[in-house]
């Protein structure tokens, strides 16, 4: 079984995943809708064809696998090009740092 975590390929992101898991609740929805927005601005079909894919597992084992809309995000960025990984490290460096 593999443990690793798919954007562990991309530091920068994984950074600024791990980052809002501690982010104030009300802050951290905030900025999980500016990430749809731009998967969907990117590809707007993107759920739709990979949501087959996300796990469902009963573990439970991340942050993100226990708010709806964190997994949601951040199981579609999984199958995004990089050019919306990299959107998404300025939007998220833009609005915490």
Do not use: C, Q
């Not at 991309?10 to 995943?17: F, K, M, S, V, W």
């Not at 501690?22 to 990430?35: D, F, M, N, Y």
């Not at 300025?90 to 915490?96: A, E, F, K, M, S």
Request: charged share 35%; glycine share 6%.
């Amino acid at each position: 079984m593999n443990d690793g975590r798919w954007y562990d390929k991309y530091p920068a992101l994984g950074e600024y995943i791990t980052k809002l898991k501690h982010v104030e609740e009300g802050k951290r929805s905030r900025l999980l809708t500016g990430i749809k927005n731009l998967i969907e601005e990117s590809d707007p079909e993107l759920v739709d064809r990979h949501v087959m894919e996300f796990p469902m597992s009963t573990k439970k084992r991340r942050w993100y696998d226990l708010d709806p809309y964190a997994w949601l995000a951040i199981n579609t960025l999984k199958f995004a090009d990089k050019s919306v990984w990299d959107r998404v490290v300025d939007y998220l460096r833009g609005n915490l740092e």
